[in-house]
């Protein structure tokens, strides 16, 4: 038994180091020489995020019965933007060096007398306002008539079809629509992996409420729900903070705004807004378009704009958050005084890729791969599970970096007596238990 166990916070280097040595994610195109702030899932990194994906829409809209799934188009109407406020407003400013060509965020500088890049001083440009949106058009024609945009944030389809949702749904306030999807933005100066991306997929609820003076306790009582959400699923507290801004701060309309934020290795980064956005993006819809988009209140017989609260999360940042605060580099000494480490994933056990990874014990003993392989595959139905050859040594190593919490080892006892080693990878510890019992031994701990 391993003994005197320690564990170090890891760099991004290692981060990225993992993730494409293992499958979790691949830069874009990279036979091309790759593209900036686009970036692949890989085989593990695709159900990763899949699993993430699920435990947001499970706890937000399946365990809920206020909440209702919506998925609305990529590509919508251009006045869409105009009524949000991003074709006249959803700007960065940038600026270039004159010298190495390189491009920069004006507010990420706080020097602007030198470049960070070169060196050069003095050689930025003027500050100028770029557009965020990414621009398509629609039809044989490339001119301004056809142009559309790709949507920045997935929020807009939810107003817009706000009295479609709610009459078809026979929905009442307080009620939530719920939605996951891709959308676009060009960035500037797009980095850190896969925080900030030109195309990555957000997971919004926009809470609709009455205004009878609950307002903020239903503002409130989301900040609590996400604060449980990210404990539950085993995010660090000391790396986690809900920020509260600060009446300058916050957007205009905005009544109250809270910023999650993780601590990311180069410091504190957002993931997620909590915001009481008042009724400004229903009457902004409203007044461009002229239709109607109150809700009527049969009861009442009585026509208002409910408030909206607002939460909005970054999926791509959500799964770089857990593969970041699930990995630890453990340096162990045994109990012969022996240095041994290993690297490891402790996620969740519901969001790990593999649940379950089934070994042979000897690769070139056919009864034994025959075994492993039929339990692997009775166990599939009910776990993410994978099975495995190779020496067993490697095999816990390479299933510790990936996260698997159990590996099960099909060896010589199992043909003598029906048992197989079970090893928790967090612990080390192993214990044998009988193969025909194993699905309700792992789901017991599985469910812990």
């Not at 890049?117 to 056809?146: H, Q, V, Y």
């Not at 009446?247 to 910023?259: K, L, N």
């Amino acid at each position: 038994m391993e003994a005197a166990t320690s564990a170090q916070r890891v760099t991004m280097e290692e981060i990225t180091a993992l993730a494409k040595r293992r499958g979790f994610i691949f830069q874009s195109s990279e036979i091309y020489g790759g593209i900036n702030g686009f970036w692949d899932y890989g085989p593990l990194g695709a159900v990763l995020k899949r699993n993430v994906k699920d435990a947001w829409w499970r706890d937000t809209v399946e365990l809920r019965d206020d909440v209702v799934a919506f998925d609305s188009s990529i590509v919508m109407h251009p006045l869409v933007w105009k009524a949000s406020g991003h074709v006249d407003a959803f700007h960065d400013v940038m600026i270039d060096c004159k010298v190495c060509k390189h491009r920069f965020r004006a507010d990420h500088l706080s020097d602007r007398s030198q470049c960070p890049d070169c060196g050069s001083k003095n050689s930025f440009t003027d500050p100028r306002n770029f557009n965020l949106m990414m621009r398509t058009w629609i039809g044989p024609m490339e001119d301004t008539s056809a142009m559309a945009y790709l949507r920045p944030e997935t929020a807009q389809g939810i107003f817009v079809n706000f009295k479609n949702i709610y009459q078809t749904a026979r929905k009442r306030p307080p009620f939530g629509v719920a939605q996951i999807g891709k959308s676009f933005r060009n960035e500037i100066t797009p980095g850190n992996f896969t925080f900030r991306l030109r195309e990555f997929e957000q997971a919004e609820l926009e809470y609709f409420v009455p205004d009878d003076g609950k307002d903020m306790d239903a503002f409130r009582e989301w900040v609590e729900r996400r604060k449980a959400w990210y404990a539950q699923y085993g995010i660090a507290s000391e790396r986690l903070r809900f920020y509260e801004l600060t009446e300058a701060e916050r957007p205009h309309y905005a009544r109250a705004g809270i910023d999650v934020e993780y601590l990311f290795p180069w410091g504190w980064g957002e993931l997620e807004s909590i915001a009481h956005r008042g009724t400004y993006d229903l009457d902004a819809h409203v007044k461009l378009s002229g239709k109607d988009l109150q809700f009527f209140d049969e009861a009442t017989k009585s026509h208002y704009t409910p408030l909206l609260i607002e939460s909005s999360a970054g999926m791509d940042r959500t799964v770089l958050t857990f593969l970041i605060d699930a990995y630890e580099r453990e340096r162990s000494v045994d109990p012969n005084g022996k240095e041994t480490e290993r690297t490891v994933l402790r996620f969740h056990p519901l969001l790990a890729p593999v649940q379950v990874a089934v070994f042979s014990l000897a690769r070139n003993k056919p009864e034994l791969v025959v075994r492993a392989r039929a339990i692997e595959a009775a166990l599939r139905p009910v776990f993410r599970t994978q099975y495995d050859e190779g020496n067993i040594g490697q095999l816990y190593r390479r299933q510790d970096e990936i996260g698997t919490p159990f590996c099960v080892t099909v060896d010589y006892e199992t043909l003598d007596d029906g048992s197989v080693t079970v090893r928790d990878r967090d612990t080390m510890r192993q214990e044998r238990t009988a193969a025909d019992t194993l699905g309700a031994y792992l789901r017991e701990r599985l469910e812990r």
